[in-house]
Structures are given as structure tokens and as C-alpha cells.
């Protein structure tokens, strides 16, 4: 997995260096072959281990599952050209999220499975429907009219094509990124301790009081608690 | 790649979670799949910044992240406090509450 995040970063890199180097017609559609390439496969793999998640049986499994789904959208933000959020998403949530969620399954010691799917057959056959459901009026009306032609990214787009379409034309991030010499880190931060500094501190104060929060429910107050379950030591 | 495809694969993946929290009673399943659904709509947010080429969407993904650090820690607790008190993961088993 790391190897296809460097092979992706590797060829999202030469891509982008392309671009600002020699923006040529070639050049521009190597680096939208590189991002197509990236695209499908974290695509495929996402899609796949998120599936996994919810229908494997051992909950160890399915918590490996959601590593390789996080590891996809890793590979989904170097795409996106946010490499920041990329290193963000391993760090926090493959390093530490899924850590804590192993560690849970590992401490009550309940990897196997016995409940589980829901339980009358008809719930889960209309749970399934509605998820299609849902998907599919999502995609075709919120994501369907971004689909077309005009909303290629970055001048990738024929500028013929955005000029007649209505839809709200891609940008891209590569003004942002060539006008801030850190790249994706700085044009966060410069926003992040300019227009978000507020939300940035209460973060701060959440952070707190989610530790302080987990510190009281850890505790064991109850004196009879010990009928009911296990002793923690 | 037109943007869409990435709105349309966060859609997906957010339909994924939403039918896992519908189908599975395990409660640590049930939080796996919130992740799922959280981070569908940090790839939307993302791909958002992207179409309108500004960094803003981004600080959102960062502030969703801090929020889901958080909520999986106080969460995680709770789960813990619930299996200890009822023995069981079942996510129907706690009806105290229940009128």
C-alpha cells in the first residue's frame, strides 16, 4: 500500500512539474492520465473495502478493512492536490483512529462475531434498497451535473466547452498553489490562522474536553458494577 | 477526472456507511461505518476546495477530522462503560431509556 502511495505521489508529482514547467497539450494530458490512473484505483479500492466493512463477519477484519479504505482516500487527496490532507488522513486517522478502535476490540476481546446483522431479513433487505436509493439520488443529482466535460480541472477543461456550459467550472488548485511557496500546507494554514483562528482555538477547547471526557468515563465508580461484567484492573 | 467523479464516489461511500449503520448491530461496526460517512463528506469537502480553487473546504476537512478524533475517543469510552455493565455489543440491548 505505501508503495502505491509513492508510486502515486511520484506520478502526481511529475505531473504537476510538467505543468508548471512547460504547459503544453501533451504535458497537460499526462498529468490528466496520472490523475485518471490515481483516481480508479483508489476509487476501486475504496468502494471495495468499504463494502468489506460492513459485511465482514470478524470485526478485526472489518477494522483492517477501514484502514485500506482510509489508505484510498489518502490516495484520493494526492489527487486532489491537497498532499496536506493526505499525510493528515494517515497520521490521524490509520496512525491513531483505527489504533484506538483495534485497541477497544482488543481490550473487551470480542473479535468474534457472534451478533450480528440486523436481525429480520426483510430490515436489511429494505436497508439495502435505501442505501442504492440514496446513492443513486445523490450521484445522478448532486454529482451528475459535474460529470460532463466542462468540469475538468485545472485547464484541463476545453475553455470552448466551460464557456457554453452552466454548470460552475473547476478551478483547480494550481493558482493557489503556485502563488504560496509552502504549496498545499501554506494555503491551509494561511487560512486556518486568518479567517478559522476562532474555530481553530475552540477545536482546541474540544480536544480538551473529549480527553477530559474519556478520562471520566474510564473510571470505575460503580461499587457493584463487578455483578454485571468483568473487573478491569 | 471532471469533479463529479469524486462527488459521485464520496456519495457512494457515504451510502455505504449509511446502509452499515442500518444493517450491522455490532456498536463498534456501527462507529466504523460513522467514520466511513465522515469521511465521504471530507472527500466532498476536498473536492469542493478544488472546484472552487481555494483552500477554505480544506480547513474544513482538518476541522472534521479534529471533530471525529474526538468523538471516537469519548465514543469509544462509552462503549467500553456499555460492555462492562451489559456484557454485550448489541446495539439493541440498551433500552433503558425506552418508553
Redesign the interface.
Known amino acids: 500500500m505505501e508503495l502505491v502511495l509513492a508510486t502515486a505521489h511520484a506520478l502526481l508529482a511529475q505531473g504537476t512539474d510538467n505543468l508548471t514547467t512547460a504547459p503544453g497539450e501533451t504535458v497537460a494530458s499526462s498529468g490528466?492520465t496520472a490523475?485518471?490512473i490515481v483516481?480508479w484505483v483508489a476509487?476501486v479500492i475504496?468502494?471495495g473495502s468499504?463494502?468489506a466493512?460492513?459485511l465482514m463477519r470478524n470485526?478485526v477484519h472489518?477494522?483492517l478493512m477501514?484502514v485500506m479504505?482510509?489508505v484510498a482516500?489518502a490516495m484520493?487527496?494526492l489527487?486532489?492536490?491537497?498532499s496536506?490532507?493526505a499525510i493528515?488522513?494517515i497520521l490521524?486517522?490509520a496512525g491513531?483512529?483505527v489504533v484506538?478502535?483495534l485497541f477497544?476490540?482488543m481490550?473487551?476481546g470480542?473479535s468474534r462475531?457472534d451478533?450480528?446483522?440486523?436481525?429480520h431479513r426483510w430490515?436489511?433487505v429494505a436497508?439495502?434498497v435505501?442505501?442504492?436509493a440514496?446513492?443513486g439520488l445523490?450521484?445522478f443529482g448532486?454529482?451528475?451535473?459535474?460529470?460532463?466535460?466542462?468540469?475538468?480541472?485545472g485547464g484541463q477543461a476545453d475553455p470552448a466547452v466551460v464557456a457554453e456550459s452552466t454548470v460552475?467550472p473547476?478551478?483547480?488548485?494550481d493558482?493557489?498553489l503556485g502563488a504560496n511557496e509552502q504549496g498545499?500546507v501554506g494555503?491551509?494554514a494561511?487560512?486556518?490562522f486568518t479567517?478559522?483562528t476562532f474555530?481553530f482555538e475552540i477545536?482546541a477547547l474540544?480536544?480538551v474536553?473529549?480527553?477530559i471526557?474519556?478520562l471520566v468515563?474510564?473510571r470505575r465508580h460503580?461499587p457493584d458494577?463487578s455483578a454485571?461484567?468483568?473487573e478491569?484492573v | 477526472?471532471?469533479?463529479?467523479?469524486?462527488?459521485?464516489?464520496s456519495?457512494?461511500?457515504?451510502?455505504?456507511?449509511?446502509?452499515?449503520v442500518?444493517?450491522?448491530?455490532?456498536v463498534?461496526?456501527l462507529?466504523?461505518?460513522i467514520?466511513?460517512m465522515l469521511?465521504a463528506v471530507?472527500?466532498t469537502l476536498?473536492?469542493a476546495?478544488?472546484?472552487?480553487?481555494?483552500?477554505?473546504g480544506?480547513?474544513f476537512?482538518?476541522?472534521v477530522?479534529?471533530?471525529?478524533?474526538?468523538?471516537?475517543?469519548?465514543g469509544?469510552?462509552?462503549?467500553?462503560?456499555l460492555?462492562?455493565?451489559?456484557?454485550?455489543?448489541?446495539i439493541d440491548a440498551p433500552n433503558l431509556l425506552k418508553w
Do not use: K
Request: hydrophobic letters at 60%; aromatic letters at 10%.
Open positions: 490528466a490523475e485518471a483516481f476509487a475504496g468502494v468499504a463494502v466493512v460492513i470485526i472489518a477494522a477501514l479504505n482510509l482516500i484520493l487527496y489527487a486532489l492536490q491537497s496536506f490532507l493528515i488522513q490521524v486517522y491513531a483512529i484506538l478502535f477497544v476490540i481490550l473487551l470480542v462475531d451478533l450480528l446483522f440486523e436481525t430490515h436489511r436497508a439495502g435505501g442505501g442504492v440514496v446513492a445523490l450521484v448532486v454529482a451528475g451535473e459535474h460529470l460532463g466535460a466542462a468540469s475538468r480541472c460552475t473547476c478551478r483547480g488548485l493558482d493557489a498545499s494555503i491551509i494561511e487560512r486556518l479567517r478559522w474555530a477545536s474540544l480536544l474536553v473529549a480527553t471526557g474519556a468515563l474510564g460503580d458494577a454485571t461484567g468483568p478491569v | 477526472m471532471p469533479i463529479g467523479a469524486y462527488f459521485a464516489v456519495a457512494i461511500l457515504f451510502c455505504i456507511g449509511l446502509t452499515g442500518m444493517i450491522r448491530r455490532n463498534i461496526v462507529f466504523m461505518c467514520e466511513l469521511n471530507n472527500l476536498a473536492a476546495a478544488r472546484m472552487w480553487g481555494g483552500a477554505d480544506q480547513v476537512v482538518f476541522f477530522i479534529v471533530v471525529a478524533a474526538a468523538e471516537v475517543v469519548v469509544l469510552a462509552l462503549i467500553v462503560n460492555f462492562f455493565r451489559r456484557g454485550t455489543l448489541d
